[in-house]
């Protein structure tokens, strides 16, 4: 299908700019639907995700179909971190393939879906194997799409991340934090006057200083169960102390200074889905080592040393009452961030090629 919008051309995980206001917009938006009548059906083995295990975007996507048991439903394909003028790469140098289309680069899989295609080649994307085309890039609308027409092939007690009667109150959170927060730290970290930093700098911290305040009183944003609001919320919170902090100057305060903030994180990492697809070395390596970011000296910074399995304790917090439907399904807190600078790529749902 064709794309619905051509913004300016840009090869990175960034969404478009202009002027000083950052935004995700996906530009093919085509929907899975339970019944089809979109075209796309939800049926298994069908579509393969393309994600960054470096990326905030790609990330939601990955904690949700490991969260809704959908890994073994659809494929997923995992980019190199690195990320130069090309855009995302398959493999590390210039040798790797994608064994499924045989692209090189994600923008190759965008071009044959649109040939006159001129970008953003991002991720997370996600492919109709049976029609060879991109169906969505829009990451907002991947995640949903897995919460809710995917229903029918969630694992067995799997959480309800979008129920129905909060929708409203998880988009009202999920958007200020997405202007202030998710994209606020690259509004800080690229931001070329003093006044755009410290504008920036100021709604980065507002926030997350409101959200510490809630937090004391629940569990998770919106009570006691796990939704989409904290599935878009952590990816940047994962990536704070490590890049956004340093390298960006969003620096008035850590994430492990703030004691609701920390702990909240450090259970959401504790949960399945999350701490799994948390890969701070990949991380390091996109931040550090793309151009895209501005450090031109090529060094990665071997710290900050943080433990996300440390108990938080939230556990214990007394309950809010009914949140809405669905149940969270917890683990123990052993899971360990993968620091290794492998990129993975599992070429079909359920399988693992490394």
């Known amino acids: 299908m064709a794309p619905v919008a051509e913004p300016a051309n840009t090869t990175s995980s960034l969404p478009a700019i202009t002027g000083g206001a950052i935004r995700r917009q996906g530009t093919f938006t085509g929907r899975v639907t339970r019944d089809g009548s979109s075209g796309f059906p939800a049926e298994p ?17 990955l904690i949700a179909a490991r969260l809704l048991g959908l890994d073994r439903v ?15 790469r398959f493999g590390s ?9 045989g692209a090189r680069f994600i923008a190759d899989i965008y071009r044959a879906t649109s040939p006159g295609y001129q970008g953003p080649y991002t991720v997370p994307l996600l492919w109709d194997l049976r029609t060879r085309q991109v169906v969505s890039n829009d990451v907002a609308q991947i995640t ?58 100021e709604g980065i911290f507002t926030t997350l200083d409101a ?27 994962a990536r704070f102390d490590t890049v956004y902090y340093q390298l960006f100057r969003c620096n008035t305060r850590r994430l492990v200074d703030y004691r ?4 909240y994180a450090r259970d959401l990492y504790q949960h399945p889905g999350f701490g799994e697809t948390t890969d701070l070395g990949q991380i390091k390596q996109h931040y550090y080592l793309s151009p895209e970011w501005g450090n031109t000296s090529g060094i990665v910074p071997v710290g900050p040393q943080i433990n996300w399995t440390e108990p938080h304790g939230r556990a214990r917090m007394p309950a809010l009452g009914p949140a809405g439907p669905g149940s969270t399904a917890r683990t123990g807190p052993g899971s360990t961030a993968r620091t290794g600078p492998g990129s993975t790529a599992r070429t079909g749902p359920g399988s693992t090629a490394r």
Not at 74 to 88: A, N, S
Not at 260 to 263: A, F, M, R, S
Request: hydrophobic share 35%; net charge negative.
């Open 45 to 61: 083995a069908r579509y393969q995700l393309y994600a960054s295990l470096s990326c905030p975007w790609s990330q939601r996507t």
């Open 74 to 88: 659809v494929g997923l394909t995992l980019t190199d971190p690195v990320v130069d003028e090309r855009g995302w």
């Open 93 to 101: 140098g210039d040798t790797g393939t994608d064994p499924l289309t």
């Open 144 to 201: 949903v799409m897995l919460e809710t027409e995917f229903r029918a092939y969630h694992r067995p007690g799997a959480p309800d991340l979008y129920p129905a009667a909060r929708r409203r109150e998880i988009e009202s959170l999920a958007t200020l934090i997405f202007h202030t927060v998710n994209t606020g730290v690259y509004k800080a970290g690229l931001a070329t006057s003093q006044s755009d930093y410290e504008q920036a700098a």
């Open 211 to 237: 959200l510490d305040e809630r937090l004391a009183r629940r569990r998770f944003l919106l009570g006691d169960h796990l939704t989409e609001a904290d599935v878009r919320l952590f990816p940047t919170l």
């Open 260 to 263: 609701q903030l920390w702990g």
